[in-house]
């Protein structure tokens, strides 16, 4: 890796600013910046202003995982391909494709108060001057200084990935689109609120729980974030976050789940049939906008190689000219850009009104959201910037951009949004199933009384159905049954795969005779995916088998599994312990693992069950767990601040050499949880390290 070279005026200022305790190459004075490490080397970050926490939050993440903070930003940047090739190639046309840097920059300035561009600037003076005192960990010299554009651009990049425009990108490219998706059910995430009326001990309960994947750049990141300006919270946040993105403050707390009500749109034009780049809208023949890009592409590990592509963009919005057509494609994302600012104000709420006021920015393009106080309320809402679109066209599917009376300019306000507010069951809950279905039956809400254009759903899953038979509808609840429901780790009586998988378990073992006892086990399989269970480990093979099947096969995803197909999956399976595990009863923690360095730690959990695991082919026979489980939070609210307890999957740290690179998964794994608190002294006095940036 070439190293940068610091100039003599550089060396000067870090000769002079070593002597000091205001160290900052950017000029940003950091004396009042102060980072606390407890003994998981999870950072407190303590300022006298809110960007002094910025600086501190970037610099902090930095030292943990400035590698993959750098491939956030060199994503925003469009140079991703200069440093992985081909792969980062791809994400900068894309990029380019959505215009997400134009967009920020055309936009910054007007859209964003300014005390949130004085916290953006202060991100980036730390995440600038760590980078120029570390320059070993510099990946791609020439992406720094990050700018305000370049974090926001990445921003809204991630956004919209998360509002379907990279799948539809995809299937458009491989000649497959439509607006459909299949869901994968490791991907999904937990929320649970329970009112104090609920709870033995008077208490408002909350489960933060997102099903991420464990690593890379969308793997949570903990961080305690304190100002004496009232801001005041701990949580998790992606590498280049600016703020905490779910957590608890001194108040309340919050849990995102992902939802998927139409937040896109995908139009194929009606082309002229002699002339090139010419479109129809209503009789008139318009001229698709190119304009012709450069991706400089990392090869071989030795040269850069400039490679020329077109964008396209219609009345519709960004445009892909392909083999079968040519598609645009809308989505609030690309309009309304104050995310990262909304995510701000939701840190700082300290009451319901202050945090609904903050949701009514209408920022984020997504997300249900599950939130509790310490002041008797419980709230729920399946959140999404939801365009009002013309009901005489069906917006479900791919449509004919042939009209300007298909285009959609206005979004359904947030009242008008699926939400709840203290249901008279005490609880509310979602598991990335129908928003209509997040509390006890006589209190959710009705379907029918919803636009159909909203694109919500009414369908359950695994999870949804195993929280209903664990959860009673009257009753008190304990904080260990609390627990409990947080980590369960059982499928529900009637399995909700979008696969039917129910002939896995209609097999009569006198009818199999060579597969006999693989069927015993499965027929009296408990449905708990614990690590010292057999009847797991066979399920989470046939399950991985019939699922890498379809998708290869390119086959129904809803489809129905004969017995032929069961029996052969489960002879598979047979045959790949045998190999792998000779002369071995295999359980699942011996076919799945939680692996980072030298640790490879038996791995509890399947895909969609509330403690749900997804696991990808390592070595040996073995599986590494990929997606799922990851940081969790627990809350009790009840008389002065919070009750937190965390764990994240592995630990504080990315770098090899840290204590904290590992030191969480006996935790995880055994589905224990770390105490942690807001309190500012009480992380002073326990703390293991204090320092400034840069000291």
Known sequence: MNQIKLTPIYILLFLLNSCTNDFSYSGYETRNVQIARDAYGVPHIFGKTDADVAYGLAWAHAEDDFETTQLTLLAGKAMLGRYLGEQGAAVDFFVHLLETRDIASNKYLSDFSPDFQKLVDAYLSGINDFALTHPERVLLKEAFPVTHTDIISAYILSLAQMSGADGAVQKIVAGTIDKGEVTDPAAGSNAIAIHPSRTDSGEAFLAINSHQPLTGPVAWYEAHLHSEAGWNILGGLFPGGLTVFHGVNEHLGWAHTVNNPDKLDVFQLKMHPEKKNRYEVDGEWLELQEKRVWLKVKMWDLVTIPVPKKVWKSVFGPTLVTNQGVFSIRTGSLEVITAPEQWYRMNKA????????????????????????????????????LPVRNPEFDFSKTLLGDSRSKLWEEYYPFDALPQQVNPSSGYLFNTNHSAFKASAEADNLDFDTFPTGMGYYLTDNNRSLRFREVMQDTGLLSYEKFKSIKFDKQLPENLAYEINVDALFSLEPALYPDIAEELEILNTWNKQSTTRSRGAALFAFAYYAIRDKTKEENLDPKRVLNKEEAAETIKAAKDYFAHHFPGKEVHLGDFQKLVRGGKALPLFGIPDVIAAMRSEPYQGGVRKGEQGESYIILVKFGEGLPEIETVNVYGASNQTDSPHYSDQMELFVNQQLKPMTLEKEEVLKNAVRVYNPGN
């Open 350 to 385: 300290k009451n319901y009104s202050e945090f609904k006021a903050a949701m009514d920015m209408m920022a984020l393009p997504g997300f249900n959201t599950v939130y509790a106080d310490k002041y008797d309320t419980i709230y729920y809402v399946s959140n999404a910037l």
